[in-house]
């Protein structure tokens, strides 16, 4: 059988407009990768954020992260602070992955 | 007042006003109506780059003027200070806090590129030529507001944060300002068409000149659907800052008059300066403030410049201006 | 006959048809060729608000004839009341079932908006002039089919459910009837047409006139894709709905022209109408039947008139319907 | 460390057709907010539903929830009714969030 | 109670070069059905893989599969061998559904 | 080599280069200005649509002359044996293993549509004719190259597979070859414009004659964005490899320059087979060979034609081609 190995999945719905903060982060923290959904809508706190945009000012992203329990720790430490004053928010689950290397 | 009556009636039923009401009516009825969103940003482009061009190659054709350097000197003087003049209103007239008002300014120190292009529109209908590189002016003005508005803010900063003031000027806000989008395509385009002039123009005719007002009329439709969707938020920006999204672009276009009068142009420049000082921004501006000042609230100052201000201008503001300039003009 | 021939071959050698052709043929072979989906809601919206607005301009150009009461009443009379007739043959001749059934008739009553455009241009091409406010009638048309169908699905719904039965209009219907984009489009845009007149199609010629026929070749392209891509859904459908979707628009059209001839339309006009009346929609009644009449299968509907009726309609039924015309109005 | 809080996730997969009553649904029982990815393809027990669309009959949408037990509860329940005669799957899984304020 | 029934959820981000085939594959080992994100950036071992394409070769695909623990089996250990030479992740993870016939 | 400068300047204060040159500016510095995707993607159809109909339409005014088979026997010729040539000296002067030469080798017998269409641009300024049936080279040419480029990539395969070796040629191969959008939409088009003449010209005309300049431009300005952007993959290239960029598309247009005189063509139909024989693919043949050969690396052979040769051919390379073309010509 194939081998799995434990990680964590984080994902962050933001507004555009903070996810290349958030991104920059996640890289600089040492994530192998990261995969971006580029335009969903949705409601929360702030209000319907829809697709109707001009600008970004609108726009949510939906921005998603696998990496090992330490590293996932990190980022979800330095999220906190940058999504101050933003639309966002942060969801972690357990998940397994094949090819360890690319996490 | 009898033709500025007139004026007024004859915009409203060019088919570019009446699209825009079309779309108004429509997004705020929630029809199904809806332009794919590529599509908006398409057209969008394509309005800059056939103003920006048409500019260039006029500004080839009739020489930089003595009048040239005073209104590039003007531009960068309305955008930079008009913010202190809106902010000062704001924060006397209305409850916004500072870093709210501060964003608001910044809006309406900018200029709506669209807003411009109706206002060519309307001149082009009735005839009445300009000064080419007035277009330069529309560039130019779309970003110097921005410093101002950041600068406001600052003031209430120092105070709430326990980090050291980051710098007013990040990596990220300079590339929104310098290189946005709509600053290069406009500024390019001119550029481009300044340097190719007749030649150029008889190459890009066909698909920029042509068809432009039928395209300025779908694009009006959808920021009409835009801006009846958004109808609803007035609810959140309160009517003093309502009130000032209407009076805001009467004294803008005042000082934008006087001003252009001053520097000495023709009547048709006098009409577009008052409309650029009047306008306020809704996609430059916006996202430079989000990333630069989230505090401030976005559904305050989308909506003021959106769904008050900009229809304000499309549908009265304009003809007023023109009236206007055509009475100091004559004086 | 031999004229017919000689109408139905050229029709098929206009760069339409054979744009529509090619895409049928990339669609089946599966090329990857594919207009991106937004483009292709942009060039619909475009041919709606381009054939609104020159409808609008021809009826302010010849006024408000006696005819065109009678003509928006027919067009109320056919959308209404041609689902009868297509959900009696279809309980008779195929298996459907009371929703299916019912679902399948809205979408005859109502009709296609390129079918309309198709003959429009066909008409053109051979200098055949028509009423400019037919486009009215195909405005009206689009949604009184969809009240009909969901009438007939009452008879069966009430036996199945439990819950009290939910009321026929829903609000989310509503919307979808009289707001939908393509009725606000056309209807807003035929205003428009109206009101700014010959003066308003100087503005928008160059965009929605001259460009017209190439749009909507390339947007005829996109829909044989679409087909070519939908064809294989025919054995979903099964053989006798197959034939439903070739004799139901040879009956309607046969009602078209004579009731057309009757209220004294044109030969243009009467082509048209019988042209109404024999397509079928496959964009607004879909989405009101999966809102309204879930139990229908979209999979049976959609590939009836999208890849059956319509591609009948536009090579072989336009000239025909043109013929038969020719013929009536020489009666 | 952060405080992380325990909350359910809601994946709904469903033809776009459906998608407003749903999540009317989703804001009467209670939800804070949601996520919508507007535009997924699929295969399922109805066929293929693909991108290729004039209306939205054959197109589907990815509706996201994040919600505390109880109210994910109510969600499911209240799901079975309104996907009668539609497209659509649900999928619930176990997740972590930040910032509890927003659910 | 609505009955709840677990199943395993594998997440696929892989460049659309490949998903035709990966997505045969699922149809082949006998799922009944996934779910496609069309168009996801993001960036991993082989790099940025962004939106600005002329063709496919740099985009990315997000595919969903839900499926019962055997099949899901099969799939995870097919995936192996489809991926070689191409960019792509492989996440899995515990989740539940209504509605079983659909899986 | 006093004509060559001034046509390499005039060349380049052309607007469809300058929107390149803006373009590559504003990709390069970061700016946010981007063309929606499926904006690009459509200005690439409707470009394709365009020359492949006008093709068409100017091979059916000047009918099958002697030199047309000729012709298309060359295109073949040339899409087969060219990537021989470019993996013999990739394999010579670069460090690129089997597959990553067998890949770039491809790319090279393969042509850049916009390159092309450039070029026509180019002759068209200038007001030199050239054959209509050209853009059938054009067609012809697109695929051949791949089926050598994976032969060539056979030789090492054998060694690493441990599995039957897989056919060469799979089934989604022959999709991504045969049935490609681009072969289809050509060649589609092409056939639409050979079938209806003057006649559907005359209707095609006001959409895809009068705005393709401008049209060209805005998609060069797009083009130019993603070369900007793709600057920095220079390093992942490495020099040998760029330098091949270079000198490639200039023993490709001497050997098209050679066989175009050879087989008797027009002044224009030389230039123009020069372009072809220079440019590389860097649409379709991508494509196909991440489907067939996955090993090979994209971050080489994407960069290499798209911000190497595509920028030189464009810029230096047609004016060049052009002076040569003239001085064989007249020999
Ligand atoms: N409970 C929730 N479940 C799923 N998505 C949510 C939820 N709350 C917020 N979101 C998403 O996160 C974005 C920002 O949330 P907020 O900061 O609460 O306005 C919203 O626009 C939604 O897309
Ligand atoms: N097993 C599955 N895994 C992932 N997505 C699925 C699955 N089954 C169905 N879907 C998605 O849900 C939609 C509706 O499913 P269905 O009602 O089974 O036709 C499909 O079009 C897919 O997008
Ligand atoms: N750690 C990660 N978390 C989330 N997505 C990832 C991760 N690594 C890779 N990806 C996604 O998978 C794609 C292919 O990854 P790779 O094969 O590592 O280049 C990337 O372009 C990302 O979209
Ligand atoms: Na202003
Ligand atoms: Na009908
Ligand atoms: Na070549």
Chains 1, 4, 5 share one sequence.
Do not use: C
């Amino acid at each position: 059988m194939t081998q799995l190995y434990r990680k964590k999945k984080i994902e962050i719905v933001v507004e555009a407009a903070r996810a290349r903060a958030i991104i920059e982060m996640i890289e600089a923290v040492g994530a192998k990768g990261y995969t971006i959904v580029p335009d969903v809508s949705g409601r929360g706190n702030r209000g319907v954020r829809d697709e109707a945009h001009l600008s970004d000012v609108f726009r949510n992203m939906l921005i998603i992260v696998i990496a090992a329990e330490e590293i996932a720790n990190r980022i979800i430490e330095q999220l906190q602070p940058l999504l101050k004053d933003y639309a966002g928010i942060v969801v972690i689950s357990d998940v397994e992955v094949i090819r360890d290397e690319h996490f | 007042m009898d033709t500025l009556l007139q004026l007024a009636l004859a915009n409203l039923v060019s088919p570019m006003v009446l699209f825009f009401v079309l779309g108004v009516a429509a997004g705020w009825l929630k029809s199904d109506l809806a332009i794919p969103e590529p599509i908006s940003k398409g057209l969008a482009l394509y309005l800059m780059l056939a103003i920006g061009f048409k500019g260039g190659v006029e500004l080839e054709a009739n020489g930089l003027g003595g009048t040239v350097v005073a209104a590039m000197a003007l531009a960068l003087a309305l955008s930079f200070s008009m913010p202190l003049l809106a902010y000062a209103l704001l924060r006397a007239a209305t409850r916004l806090d500072v870093p709210n008002a501060a964003a608001v300014a910044a809006h309406y120190g900018s200029v709506s590129v669209v807003t411009f292009v109706a206002a060519t529109g309307f001149l082009g209908y009735r005839a009445v030529p300009y000064e080419g590189y007035l277009v330069a002016m529309l560039a130019l003005m779309e970003t110097p507001a921005i410093v101002t508005g950041l600068l406001l803010a600052r003031r209430s900063k120092t105070a709430g944060t326990t980090k050291p003031q980051a710098p007013l000027f990040s990596k990220e806000l300079a590339r929104e300002v310098f290189l946005s989008g709509s600053v290069v395509l406009l500024g390019g385009s001119l550029a481009i068409g300044w340097i190719t002039g007749a030649k150029g123009m008889a190459v890009m005719a066909p698909g920029i000149v042509d068809p432009f007002k039928a395209v300025l009329a779908v694009f009006l439709l959808d920021m009409g659907l835009l801006v009846g969707r958004r109808l609803q938020d007035f609810r959140t920006v309160g009517w003093p800052v309502v009130a000032f999204g209407l009076y805001m672009p009467l004294i803008g276009a005042t000082i934008g008059l006087v001003a252009a009068h001053a520097i000495g142009l023709s009547l048709g420049g006098i009409t577009l300066v008052a409309v650029l000082a009047a306008s306020a921004s809704y996609i430059v501006v916006p996202a430079a403030m989000r990333v630069s000042l989230p505090q401030a609230n976005p559904a305050i100052y989308v909506p003021l410049s959106l769904a008050i201000t900009f229809p304000f201008n499309l549908i009265a503001g304009i003809p007023l201006y023109h009236a206007a300039a055509k009475w100091i003009a004559s004086m």
